[in-house]
């Protein structure tokens, strides 16, 4: 690790949305204990997006291979056509909908854990049963565009850091959903090979089938979504880099509101992820910058050690027998204002029975925390903001207010203090958030009665993410997006 991975990382958002980073030791404290959150600006970008095109996102959407790296454009699902009518209000709620559901699945995949006869075999049974995914209830947040097959076939799909599955829909289809391209057809693939019943892989998969001599694979969601198909060897695309055999679920049999992805590309810690698949081809090394909303930036995903910034601070990852698909990190308390939380540091401990802890999550939008430690975090912000008006909470937030009379309104930061050192301090916009066109914004935390925490996707964006699974590191910044 190098000496700038022992400072803190202080994210700041300035006047006018622009962010700086910048390194400083604990004591010297020198980032503001407030910042300014410019509400004209941020209330602009809750209008209806402009929708992606397919023709635009391929322009940008892969890079190709550069100095050990391949790199994938990262679009929000509020900009693919099929969702960019709606109005912002309606697209809020919806999102909290399915991040509820979200959050409650995590939560049975982590407690279901315990039942399984080791670490091995809970991977492999992370891919062949009860995964649970950001397509819950069609709660994908952010899509990349890749080819599936030879010659590839463009198709949208889902992110996921706590799913060890790579699948796309596939013909013939008994029952599909909707999406946003024609579905996937094998038989017009010249690299699609069928996995045998016989082979290793088929024997990883805990609820495999088999018929006509075809693995089958069936991934069961917790709100009763599913996909249920044949697993095959394919090739995809990324831009320019092309990668051979990578284990994918062909699904005939689909169903769940998935809403205009093919599939879903797993990226969490497991073999069956394709971060996993990868292996020595990027050195078990990925980054991202989720885009910041209300913007018409585009975020990104890059694959291989050339994605690992110098300068980022880096934290060490954890690992959960219990969950080896997620990315734990460890965190030692909060900060509102400059000044830590009274907050006991054990309440975000991970045990040695895997219960508890602190989960970076893609597909979880809102940060949960304890229950003692965000009425803790809350009260202490409510205390730090006397003169914005507070009003009634909206939908799973109790901290609202009724900032439609101000251009810019200051507030206090908002810190995450993990374990070995590092200080991340959140952009305004990262914890005071829009929750209408009107300018009702709600303090962007909410409680959990369970043990874990999860800092969600909401929390992340604009932030440089990078994750070294190789040498068990996560590091935040130099950059930003």
């Given at each position: 690790m190098s000496a700038a991975s022992a400072l803190p990382l202080v994210l700041l958002a300035m006047a006018m949305a622009m962010l700086h980073l910048t390194f400083s030791s604990v004591?010297?404290?020198?980032?503001?204990?407030?910042?300014?959150?410019?509400?004209?600006?941020?209330?602009?970008?809750?209008?209806?997006?402009?929708?992606?095109?397919?023709?635009?996102?391929?322009?940008?959407?892969?890079?190709?291979?550069?100095?050990?790296?391949?790199?994938?454009?990262?679009?929000?699902?509020?900009?693919?056509?099929?969702?960019?009518?709606?109005?912002?209000?309606?697209?809020?709620?919806?999102?909290?909908?399915r991040d509820v559901k979200r959050v409650a699945s995590l939560l049975r995949r982590i407690s279901a854990g315990g039942d399984q006869d080791g670490g091995a075999a809970y991977e492999a049974n992370a891919f062949g049963s009860d995964v649970v995914s950001g397509m819950d209830q069609g709660s994908g947040e952010y899509f990349v565009r890749i080819g599936v097959g030879s010659p590839p076939k463009s198709q949208y799909m889902v992110i996921d850091s706590g799913s060890d599955i790579v699948w796309v829909q596939c013909q013939p289809c008994s029952q599909c959903y909707r999406q946003s391209d024609p579905v996937f057809d094998p038989a017009g693939s010249a690299s699609y090979a069928g996995v045998s019943c016989s082979s290793s892989v088929c024997d990883r998969i805990e609820n495999s089938g088999c018929n006509a001599r075809?693995?089958?694979?069936?991934?069961?969601?917790?709100?009763?979504?599913?996909?249920?198909?044949?697993?095959?060897?394919?090739?995809?695309?990324?831009?320019?880099?092309?990668?051979?055999?990578?284990?994918?679920?062909?699904?005939?049999?689909?169903?769940?509101?998935?809403?205009?992805?093919?599939?879903?590309?797993?990226?969490?810690?497991?073999?069956?992820?394709?971060?996993?698949?990868?292996?020595?081809?990027?050195?078990?090394?990925?980054?991202?910058?989720?885009?910041?909303?209300?913007?018409?930036?585009?975020?990104?995903?890059?694959?291989?050690?050339?994605?690992?910034?110098?300068?980022?601070?880096?934290?060490?990852?954890?690992?959960?027998?219990?969950?080896?698909?997620?990315?734990?990190?460890?965190?030692?308390?909060?900060?509102?204002?400059g000044t830590r939380v009274p907050v006991s540091e054990d309440i975000f401990r991970?045990?040695?029975?895997?219960?508890?802890?602190?989960?970076?999550?893609?597909?979880?939008?809102?940060?949960?925390?304890?229950?003692?430690?965000?009425?803790?975090?809350?009260?202490?912000?409510?205390?730090?903001?006397?003169?914005?008006?507070?009003?009634?909470?909206?939908?799973?937030?109790?901290?609202?207010?009724?900032?439609?009379?101000?251009?810019?309104?200051?507030?206090?930061?908002?810190?995450?203090?993990?374990?070995?050192?590092?200080?991340?301090?959140?952009?305004?916009?990262?914890f005071l958030i829009p929750v209408d066109e009107a300018g009702t914004f709600c303090f962007a935390f909410s409680p959990s009665t369970s043990g874990l925490s999860i800092i969600g996707n909401i929390q992340q964006e604009g932030i440089q993410i990078s994750f070294d699974g190789a040498n068990g590191f996560v590091g935040f910044g130099p950059d930003v997006c």
């Amino acid at each position: 690790m190098s000496a700038a991975s022992a400072l803190p990382l202080v994210l700041l958002a300035m006047a006018m949305a622009m962010l700086h980073l910048t390194f400083s030791s604990v004591a010297a404290t020198s980032y503001p204990d407030f910042q300014l959150l410019n509400v004209k600006q941020t209330l602009i970008g809750t209008k209806i997006p402009r929708p992606v095109e397919t023709s635009e996102y391929h322009e940008a959407a892969g890079v190709g291979e550069n100095q050990g790296k391949w790199k994938l454009k990262l679009v929000h699902r509020d900009k693919l056509s099929s969702n960019a009518t709606a109005t912002y209000g309606h697209r809020f709620h919806a999102r909290m909908q399915r991040d509820v559901k979200r959050v409650a699945s995590l939560l049975r995949r982590i407690s279901a854990g315990g039942d399984q006869d080791g670490g091995a075999a809970y991977e492999a049974n992370a891919f062949g049963s009860d995964v649970v995914s950001g397509m819950d209830q069609g709660s994908g947040e952010y899509f990349v565009r890749i080819g599936v097959g030879s010659p590839p076939k463009s198709q949208y799909m889902v992110i996921d850091s706590g799913s060890d599955i790579v699948w796309v829909q596939c013909q013939p289809c008994s029952q599909c959903y909707r999406q946003s391209d024609p579905v996937f057809d094998p038989a017009g693939s010249a690299s699609y090979a069928g996995v045998s019943c016989s082979s290793s892989v088929c024997d990883r998969i805990e609820n495999s089938g088999c018929n006509a001599r075809q693995c089958r694979y069936e991934v069961m969601y917790g709100d009763g979504s599913y996909t249920k198909g044949t697993l095959a060897l394919e090739t995809l695309t990324f831009g320019r880099t092309v990668v051979q055999n990578v284990a994918i679920g062909c699904g005939h049999i689909n169903r769940g509101m998935f809403t205009g992805a093919a599939g879903l590309l797993g990226l969490g810690g497991g073999s069956m992820s394709l971060v996993g698949q990868l292996g020595g081809q990027t050195g078990g090394a990925f980054s991202y910058c989720l885009v910041s909303r209300g913007t018409d930036a585009s975020g990104s995903l890059v694959f291989g050690r050339g994605a690992m910034p110098v300068g980022a601070a880096w934290v060490p990852l954890l690992h959960n027998p219990r969950a080896p698909s997620y990315y734990y990190v460890g965190l030692s308390g909060l900060g509102v204002g400059g000044t830590r939380v009274p907050v006991s540091e054990d309440i975000f401990r991970l045990t040695e029975l895997g219960y508890g802890g602190v989960v970076m999550d893609t597909g979880t939008a809102i940060t949960r925390l304890p229950t003692m430690a965000y009425n803790a975090l809350r009260d202490t912000f409510i205390a730090q903001t006397p003169n914005l008006p507070r009003i009634p909470g909206v939908s799973i937030f109790d901290t609202c207010y009724n900032v439609s009379g101000f251009v810019t309104i200051q507030v206090p930061t908002v810190s995450f203090y993990f374990s070995d050192g590092p200080i991340l301090t959140l952009p305004a916009n990262n914890f005071l958030i829009p929750v209408d066109e009107a300018g009702t914004f709600c303090f962007a935390f909410s409680p959990s009665t369970s043990g874990l925490s999860i800092i969600g996707n909401i929390q992340q964006e604009g932030i440089q993410i990078s994750f070294d699974g190789a040498n068990g590191f996560v590091g935040f910044g130099p950059d930003v997006c």
